[in-house]
T-cell receptor, first 111, second 114 residues
Framework: GQQLNQSPQSMFIQEGEDVSMNCTSSSIFNTWLWYKQDPGEGPVLLIALYKAGELTSNGRLTAQFGITRKDSFLNISASIPSDVGIYFCAGEYFGNEKLTFGTGTRLTIIP | GAVVSQHPSWVICKSGTSVKIECRSLDFQATTMFWYRQFPKQSLMLMATSNEGSKATYEQGVEKDKFLINHASLTLSTLTVTSAHPEDSSFYIC??????????FGPGTRLTVT
């Protein structure tokens, strides 16, 4: 099935650094969601975006829905050890309820 | 709110046997439930979408006779992997949605077929 392109694939950062990742698609979506998945667990919803241009924050996390409806980014400020995991973007296309998932960004914090 | 549970969390079965996985929305009624599978270091791939009381809609390439889905109520969906083979070993995750497009995921079930 179709997947969204996420970049970077992996990130190695030091605690306290800011993180930025993005997600792009060849198709437009009307909803963008960002999830975090820990090993052996299901994804946990972080942020939901519903309008083009929307900028939404959840604590240290900020995400934006691109104006073209074909991209989104997620920023994490002042990273902490519990931020380690895999981050997935997901898009929903106009009312069909199904989500298309990104390829994932693996975040590792170097001690 | 929006808690989804799965049972079992892991299962080992012999080749040729069937395995049933349950997905429950604990504190809300789910209009739709979804089943995904995830291979190591890969993203989630949607297998099927199910609505309470109706037949599941399967994604292209997913065998409906092998992966039986029953959505008995607004809080329970089951996935049965019939005649399991080693290539069916994977991480199976369900999700549930209520009245928005946000999906809430269960903790997943790791299936190992020997």
């Amino acid at each position: 099935g179709q997947q969204l392109n996420q970049s970077p694939q992996s990130m190695f950062i030091q605690e306290g650094e800011d993180v930025s990742m993005n997600c792009t698609s060849s198709s437009i979506f009307n909803t963008w969601l960002w999830y975090k998945q820990d090993p052996g667990e299901g994804p946990v919803l972080l942020i939901a975006l519903y309008k083009a241009g929307e900028l939404t924050s959840n604590g240290r996390l900020t995400a934006q829905f691109g104006i073209t409806r074909k991209d989104s980014f997620l920023n994490i400020s002042a990273s902490i050890p519990s931020d380690v995991g895999i981050y997935f973007c997901a898009g929903e296309y106009f009312g069909n309820e199904k989500l298309t998932f990104g390829t994932g960004t693996r975040l590792t914090i170097i001690p | 709110g929006a808690v989804v549970s799965q049972h079992p969390s892991w299962v080992i079965c012999k080749s040729g046997t069937s395995v049933k996985i349950e997905c429950r929305s604990l504190d809300f009624q789910a209009t739709t439930m979804f089943w995904y599978r995830q291979f190591p270091k890969q993203s989630l791939m949607l297998m099927a979408t199910s609505n309470e009381g109706s037949k599941a809609t399967y994604e292209q390439g997913v065998e409906k006779d092998k992966f039986l889905i029953n959505h008995a109520s607004l809080t329970l969906s089951t996935l049965t992997v019939t005649s399991a083979h080693p290539e069916d070993s994977s991480f199976y995750i369900c999700s549930a949605s209520r009245d928005t497009y946000e999906q809430y995921f269960g903790p997943g079930t790791r299936l190992t077929v020997t």
